[in-house]
């Protein structure tokens, strides 16, 4: 049989005995007892909130072999609820069903979902395991991968967490039928972001791919998660507690937590923010005359075709930006370590941005 693009692949994240697999495909959640080899014990709780719990808790209960005690916890939808409040509803739960260190956590939809269950799982009786079943694009090519566990604070973006990886991942590509599309160019974000900081082709290849994949076309998206997982799978596995090179993830983020933090966690989406926030970075690049201004106009066309928002939040100004940039936890004594643009495909950390410069920038930038 030959193996179309958008057929069944796994990759791995390769943390020596922390390993673990990444598997992509269509209707794999279909597939009873598929979370079987992950769990840790027999005891295993599903968490996910209201929006996604009506689509697909069910399925993700039958991807539990039979046997197993499951609980299930449906929160509350939305980022503003990335928080302690909900993060403790986990661990009220595990307690009143009586879980032990065996157990297992299921995160079952998007990155709000996913940071909290895993940091939930990073902390409770000091660790226990936890698997990762993506919903959102944003989640599938990124959050679900990697370890990065947290919640918010009102004064900065993921502030409190832990770096703890899950067991595995399982990303049924087939659960994207039922996002919104607003929620898909939020996930088009990230992915765009891996071409930017080091794959000029991947990059040439959305440039081309991106209608498809705004149409959901299978293998356009399956060939758009594959290469998003494989570099996030190479970058974590040089460097999972983010000392170098991870930290290149993190294009756009210190102008994106900003915005999302300013915002109040509410109107902005994570991707929304970080697709401003990386042409809020190539701006800059190329006032320090690394990119070009066709590099400039040629990513703003990328995020323009992507369906995401091409200015910085209105009303939002020079002070709103760098009083929440101060606090990025990227930043060593007082300086700001931005992530910026060499090349298109090449990204550098780079803390010797002139605050002048800077201030030009945010001065400039246009608020929508
Ligand atoms: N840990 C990491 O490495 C990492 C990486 C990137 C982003 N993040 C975090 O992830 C979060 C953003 O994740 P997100 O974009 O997935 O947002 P999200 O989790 O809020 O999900 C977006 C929306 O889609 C809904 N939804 C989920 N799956 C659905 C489906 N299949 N069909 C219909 N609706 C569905 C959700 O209920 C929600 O309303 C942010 O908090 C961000 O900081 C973490
Ligand atoms: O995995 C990483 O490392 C990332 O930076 C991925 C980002 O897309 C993600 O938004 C992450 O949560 C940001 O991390 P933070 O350390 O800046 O909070
Ligand atoms: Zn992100």
Redesign the pocket.
């Known amino acids: 049989m030959t193996q179309t693009p958008s057929g069944p692949h796994t990759l791995e994240v390769a943390l020596g005995s922390r390993s673990y697999p990444i598997h992509i495909g269509p209707g794999l959640l279909n597939e009873p007892g598929v979370l079987a080899p992950w769990l840790a014990g027999q005891q295993a709780m599903i968490v996910t909130n209201e929006t996604v719990a009506p689509l697909y808790l069910e399925r993700c209960r039958a991807a539990l072999p039979e046997g197993v005690e499951v609980r299930e916890l449906v929160l509350p939808d939305g980022e503003a609820t990335k928080n302690l409040e909900h993060v403790s509803r986990i661990w009220d739960a595990l307690l009143e069903a009586g879980f032990n260190r065996r157990c297992t956590l299921v995160a079952l939809g998007g ?1 709000v979902v996913g ?1 909290m269950v895993g940091f939930a799982a990073a902390c409770y009786q000091r660790g226990v395991a936890f698997i990762q079943v993506p919903t959102t694009l944003l989640a599938q090519v ?2 679900s ?2 370890g ?1 566990t ?1 919640i918010n604070h009102p004064l900065g ?3 409190v ?1 832990a770096f703890w990886q899950p067991r595995g991942v399982l990303i049924d590509t087939d659960t994207l039928d039922t996002l919104p599309p607003r929620e898909l160019s939020a996930g088009l974000a ?1 992915v765009i ?1 891996y071409g930017l900081i080091r794959d000029a082709d991947f990059l040439a290849w959305l440039e081309r791919s991106l209608p498809a994949l705004r149409e959901l076309e299978p293998d356009a998206l399956a060939g758009a998660i594959q290469r998003s997982c494989a570099l ?1 799978a190479e ?2 596995a040089e460097d999972e507690t ?1 000392q170098g090179v ?2 290149l ?2 294009l756009g ?1 210190t102008f ?2 900003a915005i999302e933090a300013h915002q109040g966690y509410g109107d902005w989406l ?1 991707g929304e923010a ?1 697709g401003a926030g990386m042409l809020m970075a190539a701006e800059l690049s190329a006032r320090l005359g690394w990119l070009s201004v066709r590099d400039v106009e040629r990513l703003r066309v990328i995020l323009r075709l992507a369906g995401l928002p091409l200015d910085a939040p209105a009303g939002m100004g020079v002070d709103d930006f760098l009083s929440r940039m101060r606090l ?3 930043n060593v004594d007082s300086r700001l370590r931005l992530v910026l643009l060499r090349a298109m495909g090449d990204a550098c950390v780079y803390d010797a941005t002139p605050e002048a410069l800077l201030v030009e920038l945010l001065e400039q930038f246009p608020r929508g």
Do not use: F, P, Q
């Open positions: 990155g940071d990124d959050s991968v990697g990065k947290g973006k993921n502030m967490g990230e972001k996030k970058i974590v983010e991870r930290a993830l993190n983020h994106g937590h994570h970080v990025d936890k990227k």
